[in-house]
């Protein structure tokens, strides 16, 4: 049985970061980033199975820890009373809570590098359907227990809330594709919820802050 070097794993991720964000993931080479990682490719096929096991290493740790992040958010609001999800749900994501998010971007970089950069494996699909979904359940969750009618008057359609999350997250994560610098990110962020906020107000009929 071959015997595994110690922090060889280590030294095929930090490889294979720099190849994906290189060359994309479909144009990466194995063989590349093993001769990098002074290693065979039989020593990645052991590690991480394949190519896309490889990417999903990187990758996976960070993107589950936000999912986790984003529906905790969620569903502290979702506890609240109804009568107070109805006098606060625009005031309740307060700037500062968007602010974390760009935080966590900033503090993971490359990993939401890799995510959008390399658009021929679909991990930042999945990332932003998963967050869409868990957006699109919430909200139906606090239409329910407030009785507001934005669904039942036409004001909105399931068709409109997805694309709505879309345009939001899909939004927040054009400060990867820009390369903001963390100051400006912070900015352009509160500007985009600030133009989404107007347009939910109007959906909800009740006032922004």
Known sequence: MAKRVEGRSDKLLECAKEEFLEMGFQEASLRVIAAKADTTTGSIYTRFLD???????????TM???IRW????QAQFDDRPAEQKKEDVLTYYKPELWEML????????DVFRLLVRCADIDCYENLLHRMIEIETDYTY???????????????LSPMMIHI??????????EIVRHEMKKAEAVLYVRQLRRFFLLGWADILETSPD
């Open 51 to 61: 190519k896309e096991g490889l990417f999903h290493a990187l990758v996976d740790d």
């Open 64 to 66: 589950e820890e936000l």
């Open 70 to 73: 984003f529906r905790d958010r």
């Open 102 to 109: 760009v935080d966590y971007i900033y503090d993971h970089w």
């Open 141 to 155: 969750r606090f239409m329910e227990s407030t009785g507001n009618d934005a669904i039942k008057s036409g004001r």
């Open 164 to 173: 709505l999350g879309n345009a939001f997250y899909s939004g927040v994560f």
